[in-house]
């Protein structure tokens, strides 16, 4: 019970007025730049970078954490009210999020994201301090055919996406890992589908697609839908904040989706996103009620937004204890440790752990401080949906054109969310469910990559994915996850047929 | 529009015709240098090209023998639809001209309009202090470089 | 009424807003904010590099420093951006070996031509390195048991990045049957490293440091000219016998047709500011050692840089090709 000690060591080193200024400075500039579409976690960490000069390392270094706790769960914010996600790893929470906020509960919405967002957090950070060690040696066990299998398991969730029309579904899919192969393609150093625009070699940026595929094609469906929505006020808004029913009903949810979160979080280059899709789809594997996920159902926010901030936690276990930075996040955070002259790796932990307790106890209170002013803010922010029509949806395109540009200050990436804006009309037109694209999109470029690097290590030799045990249980789930529709097809039409 | 039947395959006929598309052009992207175990860069976006065109035409088949559900789209006020896609390109080929705050100030105040069709100007100015306002923390307290133009 | 005067209030109060334009008075170079541009995102390490130098020229530049980020495509997004603004001294450019690579390739249309260089400020090294839960101890250990095994998996930031190009190199002159295995980011092939998913890396110093202190990594050698300052018992493999010094390097230029003398006074700035002992503790912390060339010699020096990776990716059969 070393370690408790030491953390409450650590409370004590924290809670100064400095340090808990820092702490919640950081956690509400950290929710404002997670809230606002194109400027994520990574970016708000460098922006803050320089205010840090001057401070001493501890309250520093909380003060960016922070800030990397409050942008993960300030993504679900204006993902709920305005179906602008603000982050990529907030990109699931639109699905039941804005169709609740539609429904007239925007203040549950939001609560539950925050609450959800808290446990997730709390959870990953009791990881990290006592598991540290054998966790990031398990990290390593992760090779590149590992992630193709992991990068698999989570695309296998397509099919059961587009159960209500299967070849629709799966055509999005299609799409979005056709999209996803634009760019330089790392293994051969061929510039794919980029038609010598040098902003598509790194590839289609992925915020602006999401932007233009969820919020302005909405724009544009309200538009369409007339004068009426535009016009005067929306229903009353009820559900204030969630119910301890709301919450018992969820613990299951949330408390997979953390441990999903945590253990996702914790590999190298996986990260919040992919830890939101994977436990969305799982939540609603084992729900009792699948059928109510994406028309505005409460789990469907639990599951992605628990995940998400649990790998805040969970990116910092490599990076702790084995220096590897597992995110463009944590890459960041190195650089400010180091300006501390502190360098993160198995060396701090045993020279130094009086500040990664320190450390882990100002983790702590940044997700507590997000927490507090979540739960305060989200009946100021649950307003959103009383400003009328005519004035919001102009203001949601403005943000989208700034956030798209934010991201890498290119106005080829405005065009391309626009582009994408109504190619997401035209979907929701045409009955195509934009999920499939959204996940394949995500997962494709990084399956494709590592199914490429393990065979180059294996020097073309297909069976290493059936050979290495973590490999072939992950493609075997998988491979199961995506026959199961047809499976239940099958079986539905024979009943039909019996009776 | 209102009554086609086929709408689900005349989309599949445009996505097989988009499949060959990117079949076709993946087939140049062949990889500089051999490795051995290299999978080259055509091979992933040929497969996914090909499971497009197989998609697509499953989509049609489908559709023609009546084996799914046929969609009816209405495109009764698709005019509005696309006065603002129109508008929203528009606006982009602006920015870098005219400037983003002055741009997106116009911008918006069209779209308020387009909203009511009536010249509101509580609502617009409301519209614009929000654009200003916005426009205000990404540029100066967030420090993104939006476009400058002509016009402030 | 009560709304004219809502409008009125409004629009002064967004002349107020904006009205803090950059004024127009005054001779001397700099008479406003330097735009510089980084090709890589927020906290890369490109970026990372420029915005401790902003802050160690300020004493030495009237004006301030804005950095601008115009990530991707190797830095083809930030040469085409930056060959774009007006060449007045106000507009300028880090740049790193991509700066001949990634136009060398065919992926970026400007290139050095299009460019006047002001100054390189550090050069860095690139080593190789392998787990010391491996058996080998030396280049020569590892070179046997490569030929024996007939090949070994190695890690690299993709093809035709300069480690690549030096790897192969090396491996080419060594006989040894490589794969490389292209990773993202420096985090990613040490995971795969210290897994042992791949058998060796190249990297840089900087980014295996803790892994070297805390003895989970062992250095083979390393592609600098002379052994690298901070790891004096690690060859260089130009003394091995090997041919292949791939130094890396980061300077500053600005758009072609800037005036000599906004080059000569940013070039004299970095010059002063290189004498700071914070830039240099930052440049020791950071694996990056302190290689001032003014505009003139660095100009070289790129030319010399562009022959030298033009010929050897020309030897890798990656030359310009579309």
Redesign the interface.
Known sequence: MGSAFLLLDGFKDVLTWNGLLSVFVGSAFGITIGALPGLNASMGVALLLPLTYGMAPLPAVVMLLSIYCGAIYGGSITAILLRTPGTTAAACTVFDGYEMAQNGEPGRALSMAATASFIGGIFSVIVLVFLSPPLARMALMFGPAEYFALCFFGLSIITSLSTDNMIKGLVSAVAGLLLGTVGIDIVTGVSRFTFDMPELLNGVSFIPVLIGLFAVSQVLVTYEKGTDDLGGAKQKISGVTISWKDLRDCSGTIARSSVIGTIVGILPGAGATMASFISYNEARRWSKHPELYGKGFIEGIAAPESANNAATGGAMVPLLSLGIPGSETTAVLIGAFMIQGLRPGPLLFRENPQLIYGLFAGMVLANIAFFVLGMLGSKLFAQVTKIPNRILLPVILLFASIGSFAESNSLTDVFLMYFFGVVGYFMRKFEFPVAPLVLALVLGPMAESNLRRALIISAGNWSTFATRPISAVLLLIGFLTLIMPFVRMVKDRKKAVAA | MKNFKYVNSVLGAILFLFGIWCFVKSGEYVPLIEMEGQVGANVFPELFSGALMFLAALMVILDVKNFTKPTFVSFESFGIVAVISVLCFVFWYCIPKAGFLFSACIFTCVLTFLATRKIRPLDLVSVVVVTGLIYFVFATLLKVPLPHGFFI | MK?TK??VM?VL??IA??GAMPGTAGAAYPEKPIEWVIWS????GA??FV?SMA?ILEPFVPQPF?P???????G??GM?YAASKAADGYTILAVTPNFVLTPA?G???KGPADFDAIARVAVETNVVAVSTKSPYKTWDEFTAYAKEKG?V?WGTF???TSDHVASAKLSKLAGI?S??????????S???L?????DVLTNNPSEL???I??G?VRLLGSFSEERWKPYPDVPAFKELGYDVVVPTWRGVVAPKGTPKEAIDFLSNAIQKAMTEKTFLDYLA??GLEPAYQNGTDFALFVAEQDGFYKQELAA???SN?K
């Open positions: 709304q809502t409008v409004v109060a967004l807003l904006f995102s927020p906290g890369g970026d990372i915005r802050r804005v601008v980020n115009k990530s991707g495509g190797g083809a997004v085409a390739l992926r970026s249309a090949g998996s993709g093809v035709g049957n794969r490389f295995v292209p990773f993202e980011g420096g985090g990613d040490l995971a795969s210290l897994g042992g998913h791949i440091a803790e892994q202190a805390a989970e912390d950071n890798l059969g990656l090709k």
